[in-house]
């Protein structure tokens, strides 16, 4: 199976503030990445696929990058709405997998 | 525009099956490239990707989970079935479905998932 290892796993920012979150896979899984947006029992929010493939209707404050086995997703000017944890989620190889999350908080 | 939405019980005993239901709207289930998958996350944890069923009925399971999935899919009800068999505590999560294309997974935006207990 593929890792995926998320850093960090808890981020402190304040309103206003641009935070990046890395994502790190085992091995190569190409452009095959997506990020996903959760809050207390909603389901997954799509935000980026194909690592920089901006979701129709998300901000476009959010932003992926990466290829291979290093990603990021950045978010610029962070809103009160973006407190949430994030996962990102290989699906270059069965089985997919996820991350283990990084909840973003209020400072 | 798509939605889905689990159904099944929420409490099952351990060693019972567990049977969940995805029905889904807005989209075909025979739509060449389209498909239907389940993730689930226990409590305070992160997701799993499970299964997954594809338009032309091909079918993916979690090497993991194999040996006690089943998904399938009825179109005319436009419903995708997921069994698990042999339940156990560790199983407790909630379930979600999502509808994929292109190997990318997209959620119900309304959706809560549906919590499953095990428990005796």
């Known amino acids: 199976d593929i890792q995926m290892t998320q850093s960090p796993s808890t981020l402190s920012a304040s309103v206003g503030d641009t935070v990046t979150i890395t994502c790190r896979a085992s091995?190569?899984?190409?452009?095959?990445l997506a990020w996903y947006q959760q809050k207390p029992g909603k389901a997954p929010k799509l935000l980026i696929y194909?690592?920089?493939n901006l979701e129709s209707g998300v901000p476009s404050r959010f932003r992926g990058s990466g290829s291979g086995t290093e990603f990021t997703l950045t978010i610029s000017s962070l809103q009160p709405d973006d407190f949430a944890t994030y996962y990102c989620?290989?699906?270059?190889?069965?089985?997919?997998?996820f991350g283990q999350g990084t909840k973003v908080e209020i400072k | 525009q798509i939605t889905l939405k689990e159904s099944g019980p929420t409490l099952v005993k351990p060693t019972q099956t567990l049977t969940l239901t995805c029905t889904v709207s807005?989209?075909?289930?025979?739509?060449?490239?389209?498909?239907v998958g389940w993730v689930r996350q226990p409590p305070g944890k992160t997701l799993e990707w499970i299964a997954l069923?594809?338009?032309?009925?091909?079918?993916r399971y979690s090497p993991s989970l194999k040996s006690r999935l089943t998904i399938t899919k009825d179109t005319s009800r436009e419903q995708v079935v997921l069994s698990m068999t042999n339940m156990d505590h560790v199983d407790t999560a909630t379930y979600f479905c999502?509808?994929?294309?292109?190997?990318?997974?997209?959620?119900?935006?309304r959706g809560q998932g549906t919590l499953v207990t095990v428990s005796s």
């Open positions: 194909k690592a920089s």
């Open positions: 069923i594809y338009w032309d009925d091909d079918k």
């Open positions: 807005g989209f075909s289930l025979t739509t060449s490239g389209v498909g």
């Open positions: 091995q190569s899984v190409s452009f095959w």
């Open positions: 989620h290989q699906f270059n190889n069965y089985p997919w997998t």
């Open positions: 999502a509808y994929m294309v292109r190997g990318v997974m997209r959620f119900d935006p």
